[in-house]
DNA sequence: CGGATACTAGATAGATCGATCTAGAGAGAG
DNA sequence: CTCTCTCTAGATCGATCTATCTAGTATCCG
């Protein structure tokens, strides 16, 4: 093993796919960024820039998800407000970054739905890898239907992001977290102490 | 005037980004598909792909505007019937075009969003012609804060939309249609007669 | 008819793209 | 030591990218 050469590579890769995209980042700039040698990138990715974007996404969307997982761990008030903090998290990153870090997968999924499959299909296992762990947490605490309400959570996450990060402006995710916590609220299973308004 | 070969161009710059994105669309295909001469292509927008790229989200942003005006005039139920709608409207151009005709803004928004300053705008110019659109139609409804409605009902769109595009399964956007009319309807004033479940 | 303007046509430039190739440095095993 | 395998190093290839440039054609006005 010895060299940390092929995760710097997934890492600069991850880093320029979430900011610029995938068709707009050369391999070149990828391994600028990573300070790895030109030659490192076929010996570690021999499938070229196809499989080393399967392996970014992949890389990118597991390490958002242990960012879920932290908000839902952290969040002993329930569901409702580990959503308002998921979103919370990603506007106050969006911003910070100067609007540079939006949804790490988001840009390559819409760049390769209707280009290539195998970059396509990793965009999609990490969604549905998002969504499932999200609906066992609401199924855990009674909230139902889980997998719909989880399915509504990302897509409200998602295209918040994408409003957010076009109009340089966290009110999107401001708004759309009250409402969707709101939603998610609602859905709680009936305590004996009143959970009124 | 004579020739129609500038709006072929924007058509074609259209379609193209909207099922491949920005930068991995060249200007050579974008020529060939509206069957126009290279020459022509500067000499209708000297500005360049930028240019280019600016005028086509508009005229896509005002194309699809149209559609939702549709939608809402189409609409006497009310405004979260017009919403379920709008959503599934775009789950059958979704669907029918082979998972290629998802939103014709949001893949560029993504690409310019930290790459091109116009483009960005443009693409931000067109989400808030869109919410404006729709806080105005919710407002003459009663239903409020319209603005922080509107914006929730674009954000879960535009996710959905990603989601279905990616998984090739309609299921987000017919799941969350649900839950956002639901959302809607809940908002509605009260009327003389009851407006129960 | 002449002459200006609008548009077409495509060659070409220069840069950069992804990908392949050969050569060599380095470390660990025997 | 020497052999072997991993990884580095970068030259190089053909294709394609955006953009510019020069001609040539059509069209409309007088």
């Known amino acids: 093993m010895g060299s940390d050469t092929r995760a710097r590579l997934l890492e600069a890769a991850a880093q320029l796919f979430r900011e610029q995209g995938y068709a707009a980042t050369g391999l070149k700039q990828i391994t600028a960024e990573a300070g790895a040698p030109w030659g490192s990138l076929y010996h570690f990715f ?3 820039k196809e499989q080393l ?3 970014t996404v992949g890389h990118s969307g597991a390490r ?3 960012l879920f997982d ?5 969040a002993e008030v329930g569901a409702d407000e580990a959503v308002r903090d998921m979103f919370r998290l990603s506007a106050e990153a969006l911003e910070t970054s100067g609007w540079a870090d939006g949804c ?3 840009t390559v999924a819409l760049e390769a739905a209707s280009t290539s499959e195998p970059l396509r299909h990793a965009c999609a296992d990490v969604f549905a890898g998002w969504r499932a762990a999200t609906a066992r947490r609401f199924a855990s605490e009674g909230i139902e239907p889980a997998e719909d309400l989880a399915v509504y959570v990302f897509a409200a996450f998602e295209g918040a992001l994408i409003l957010s990060r076009t109009g340089h402006d966290a009110g999107p995710l401001r708004v759309t977290a009250d409402i ?3 939603t998610i609220r609602d859905r709680r299973p009936r305590s004996e102490t009143a959970s009124g308004v």
């Not at 932290?70 to 952290?74: D, I, N």
């Open 46 to 48: 021999p499938g070229g």
């Open 53 to 55: 974007g399967v392996e």
């Open 70 to 74: 932290l908000v839902y761990e952290r």
């Open 104 to 106: 790490p997968i988001a």
């Open 64 to 66: 958002y998800q242990r």
């Open 180 to 182: 969707v916590a709101r």
